[in-house]
């Protein structure tokens, strides 16, 4: 029998080398292609005839559930394997309804990924660790609750977004509104819009008058804006992810190690550049994928405008390459997220304010 032959659908170039370096080492595997969104996926579908696909769902000119039925219906021998960075239990369940064989959290240790595979290879579907409980407990709490409903939870840009949506203005109004670009605009609806789980800038209006509790500004948000008219007398720590649960997270654990610390968030490298500009902060923690630049990029760009600012990057994909290429950007360390815990937290952050103090 020969080999599988896998095609690696990601937008982000950085995250399907991560890919191709885990699913590399497995010997029944064979990498056939690899592409960055919707029609080159279904175009590669009709050339190099894969049998197993490692698809991320976020990606441009991509609709995920009518995409993955239409694959579905067109190559029902075809093995798909979600791999999102997205946890959302109507999100997941969506996509499982639709046809996936699979659907693996990017934040997931590599060596998950790769008994993922070989798991639905031998006609199994796999599910996350994280995502078994959360579902479990939620199906539970359904159970118990009939007319519960899932809170959803947008993003800062995502509300901004909705916002300026329901006041009329059109992409490009948007786009010249937040000092970002148009395409950068189109991926925040598209991400929108599946979080509000609408198909129209119509039907995320209504949402938006029915259920307003979405555009409010949680608390923890108003305090760090309230810290920025401060003058700086903290430590100053950017947080550059696009995944708000994360930034969440990897807030607490720093508030924890420094609670006098002011933490700035950013989803995307121009947003990370524009605060850098303003606060200079003394730590950045940067997520080596984001939206339109990568994380090594965004590095580069921060220390050209902050030389100071000491910059630790952070992969789901922890590989040699991005560690070569993160210390030429000016990086000072690169941390596996599975890795970062208190601990490593408290270690970074009392590094920064030693070697800041002894300045």
């Known amino acids: 029998m020969g080999a599988v032959r896998v095609l690696l659908a990601d937008d982000h170039a950085i995250v399907r080398a991560g890919l191709r370096n885990a699913l590399s080492s497995l010997p029944e595997l064979e990498i056939v292609g690899e592409v960055g969104d919707g029609p080159a996926l279904l175009q590669a579908l009709e ?8 698809v991320d769902v976020n990606m441009p000119e991509f609709e995920p559930l009518a995409a993955v039925r239409r694959i579905r219906e067109e190559y029902p021998a075809l093995k798909i394997l ?48 994280p995502l078994v409980n959360r579902l479990l407990t939620e199906h539970t709490s359904a159970i118990d609750s009939p007319v519960l409903t899932l809170a959803v939870v947008l993003t800062r840009r995502q509300r901004e977004l909705l916002r300026l949506l329901t006041l009329g203005y059109d992409n490009r109004s948007m786009a010249q509104e937040l000092g970002i670009s148009v395409k950068t605009v189109e991926n925040h609806l598209t991400a929108l819009y ?12 209504n949402y938006a008058i029915h259920h307003p509790e979405v555009l409010a500004t949680p608390g923890h948000e108003m305090v760090q804006a309230r810290a920025t008219t401060r003058t700086a007398t903290t430590l100053a720590v950017l947080l550059v992810d696009d995944n708000v649960r994360y930034r969440t997270q990897l807030g607490k654990l720093i508030g924890k190690a420094c609670p006098a610390a002011s933490l700035y968030e950013a989803e995307d490298c ?70 970062i815990d208190a601990l490593t937290v408290r270690q970074v952050v009392g590094d920064v304010l030693d070697s800041w103090v002894n300045e």
């Open 270 to 339: 121009a947003e990370a550049a524009r605060l850098v500009r303003q606060v200079r902060p003394q730590l950045a923690f940067i997520d080596v994928v984001l939206p339109e630049e990568d994380g090594i990029q965004c590095a580069r760009r921060i220390k050209s405008i902050s030389p100071a600012t000491r910059i630790i990057l952070i992969s789901a994909y922890p590989d040699r390459e991005f560690r070569r290429l993160g210390g030429n950007a000016g990086a000072v360390a690169f941390l596996d997220k599975k890795d």
């Open 82 to 129: 979600v791999v999102s960075a997205y946890d959302d239990q109507a999100y997941v369940v969506g996509l499982l309804n639709a046809g996936v064989d699979g659907y693996h959290l990017k934040d997931q240790p590599l060596s998950d990924l790769q008994f993922a595979v070989r798991k639905i290879l031998s006609g199994d579907r796999w599910i996350s660790g």
């Open 194 to 205: 599946r979080a509000i789980d609408v198909s129209s800038r119509l039907e995320a209006h």
């Open 47 to 54: 050339t190099v005839y894969p049998d197993f696909l490692v």
